[in-house]
């Protein structure tokens, strides 16, 4: 069974203050994306990562793909109110054509 | 561009009542999904469609669950009899081709009592 496992699963943190949150498995994905979502609505897409190693930057929040491609992290830089959400990693895993969902890092900023 | 876009928002009904959930997947979309939402198992595939055909059911719970998509722009997820354990967040999401992304609808809550 392929997983995705993330960390923490909870976090409440103070604005301003900085935070990473992880995306670990086994197995080895062809593409990895980050979702956000917020209460009543769906996840929404913040970023894919293609290659091993690969870092992008999306204004405060920089991803990074695990040199394997088999984990992955979202750091954030002075958190604000509006980052509170639900953080989910996914990706394809490698091989397959299984698309799988992390298990979720909920996130709430305090003002 | 509209997005997904599914119907009802909210549905609340009592045990044993059939529900039916709507989407409309993004136009040009060929692939739709239907996810299910809860705190404690997170967000499950239940099913997914390509090109209108079902290609992946295994996640569907049990036979109370039946989707369809009759056509590239409509599809339901029919639970027949409704049980209190169904009660949870459902999702659409579509996606065009080789893209890895899904665009998901805003979803509905469901509530059996």
């Known amino acids: 069974t392929q997983l995705l496992e993330q960390s923490p699963q909870f976090l409440s943190i103070q604005e301003g203050e900085n935070l990473t949150v992880y995306c670990n498995s086994s197995?080895?994905?062809?593409?990895l994306q980050w979702y956000r979502q917020e209460p009543g609505e769906g996840p929404v897409l913040l970023v894919t990562?293609?290659?091993?190693?690969e870092v992008k930057k999306l204004k405060r929040l920089t991803f990074q793909f695990g040199d394997a491609r088999k984990d992955s992290s979202l750091h954030i830089t002075a958190a604000q109110t509006g980052d509170t959400g639900l953080y989910l990693c996914?990706?394809?895993?490698?091989?397959?054509?299984?698309?799988?969902f992390g298990t979720g890092t909920r996130l709430k900023v305090l003002a | 561009d509209a997005g997904v876009i599914q119907s009802p928002r909210h549905e609340v009904t009592e045990m044993g009542q059939e529900v039916t959930l709507r989407c409309k997947p993004i136009?040009?979309?060929?692939?739709l999904f239907w996810y299910r939402q809860t705190m404690m198992r997170g967000l499950e595939l239940l099913i997914y469609?390509?090109?209108?055909?079902?290609?992946?059911d295994s996640g569907m719970p049990e036979d109370r669950f039946s989707a369809k998509m009759p056509n590239a722009s409509f599809s339901t997820l029919k639970i027949q009899p409704s049980e209190p354990r169904d009660s949870a967040v459902y999702f659409c999401?579509?996606?065009?081709?080789?893209?890895?992304?899904?665009?998901f609808g805003d979803g509905t809550r469901l509530s059996i009592l």
């Open positions: 996914a990706g394809w895993v490698s091989g397959t054509y299984k698309y799988i």
């Open positions: 469609f390509n090109n209108n055909v079902p290609i992946d």
């Open positions: 197995s080895v994905f062809s593409s």
């Open positions: 136009s040009g979309h060929n692939s």
């Open positions: 990562v293609v290659t091993g190693g």
């Open positions: 999401a579509s996606s065009s081709g080789e893209d890895p992304r899904r665009d």
